[in-house]
């Protein structure tokens, strides 16, 4: 593959509105689809989109029910987000395509099997596949649930990718809640220096994740860059400009670039 090959997260919080169940941000989806316009001729583009709205609601409301029935439920409501965003990409003449997550990679015997072949031929080919956080088949309990991180995570073994970039709904990573704090400021580097104290920030301000999940997700961001020797990037989607400089793995004026090497 003689171009770069870059994976992008399309954020839940980004493309969808949390608040409301099966709702979609359709203004995030417009600057989603020009900023991958402007970067997949330039660099190999491996997409994944996160649940967001579509999953979690259904997630929560059938987490009592028997694990077949969520399965299947989890599996209808993340299909619908994706084709959605796959079927906005070929409107615009992008070529995209839509992998389902738990058709390739399922849990067996505590170790992940997976069937990669037709992503590699999609890449090689220029087109984008555009994968997703799901419940995947799980042979011992029926399912578990993969986020779009994790999922990055195993393709990444068969598939490195030059560097990851997480669109989300802020600038990046911040000391305080952007959206509560006005003097909240963007952590412009987190590396081995001050990885610790970064995290030791987000144990203590429990309000900057609704699902109290950013210190998970810098954490997880931190050990993929240290295990894989690439950058991290997150920035925000709605910021088109900065979006495609960390795509095309350019200096950003506003994000956050998680390096571990």
């Known amino acids: 593959m003689s171009k770069e090959i870059v994976y992008v997260k399309l954020g839940g919080s980004f493309i969808t509105l949390k608040n409301k169940p099966f709702t979609l941000n359709i203004d995030a989806l417009d600057k989603a689809v020009a900023i991958i ?55 615009n003449n992008i070529l995209a395509t839509t992998i389902q997550t738990s058709a390739i990679i399922m849990k067996q015997n505590n170790e992940y099997k997976v069937f990669l072949d037709p992503v590699k031929i999609l890449v090689e080919k220029g087109i984008i596949p555009v994968l997703y956080g799901e419940c995947i088949i799980n042979s011992k309990n029926t399912y578990t649930v993969l986020s779009t991180e994790n999922v990055f995570r195993i393709l990444s073994k068969y598939i490195k990718p030059s560097r990851i970039v997480l669109l989300t709904d802020v600038d990046g990573v911040y000391d305080k809640n952007p959206k509560k704090h006005r003097d909240a400021k963007i952590i412009n580097v987190i590396n081995r220096k001050n990885l610790e104290d970064v995290l030791e920030i987000l144990s203590l301000s429990k309000d900057l994740d609704e699902t109290g999940s950013m210190y998970g997700k810098i954490k997880s961001a931190a050990e993929l860059s240290e295990e894989l020797g690439i950058p991290v990037y997150i920035v925000s989607g709605i910021n088109t400009g900065e979006a495609i400089k960390a795509i095309l793995g350019k200096p950003l004026s506003r994000g956050t670039i998680i390096d571990m090497r």
């Open 37 to 91: 316009k402007n970067t997949w001729k330039k660099v190999s583009l491996l997409l994944g989109n996160g649940g967001g709205s579509f999953a979690h609601p259904v997630v929560q409301k059938y987490k009592n029910a028997c694990p077949e029935e969520l399965l299947v439920r989890c599996h209808s409501a993340t299909r619908k987000l994706n084709y959605i965003i796959v079927d906005k990409l070929l409107e």
